[in-house]
Nanobody, 120 residues
Framework: QVQLVESGGGLVQPGGSLRLSCAAS????????MGWYRQAPGKQRELVAA???????NYADSVKGRFTISRDNAKNTVFLQMNSLKPEDTDVYYC??????????????WGQGTKVTASS
């Protein structure tokens, strides 16, 4: 089995910072793309940021210049540094990873979600 375990969410004032972490564990052959999504109640889950295994990144326009995604391949971990948080960033954030348990097939895995609230 494979698990993604997130940490780092919480309550912060607008303008503040948080750092999310997501560690993958279990029977893993290789991890390809990793990313962070967010979802508000009643809305579709949307991509926040993604990073490939060689470090190429992609960001939603709404977070460019404020959020930074990175990964530690040795620890199977992806991070999301969130600066200058705004009230509209308030959501549940989900970690996603494209993981191969064998050399022949991959599938998407999701974390359980971590709540981020930017409010005064």
């Amino acid at each position: 089995q494979v698990q993604l375990v997130e940490s780092g969410g919480g309550l912060v004032q607008p303008g503040g910072s948080l750092r999310l972490s997501c560690a993958a564990s279990g029977s893993i052959f290789s991890i390809y793309a990793m990313g962070w999504y967010r979802q508000a109640p009643g809305k579709q889950r949307e991509l926040v940021a993604a990073i490939t295994s060689d470090g190429s990144t992609n960001y939603a326009d709404s977070v460019k210049g404020r959020f930074t995604i990175s990964r530690d391949n040795a620890k199977n971990t992806v991070f999301l540094q969130m600066n200058s948080l705004k009230p509209e960033d308030t959501d549940v954030y989900y970690c996603n990873a494209d993981i191969g348990r064998t050399p022949w097939a991959t599938r998407d895995y999701w974390g359980q979600g971590t709540k981020v609230t930017a409010s005064s």
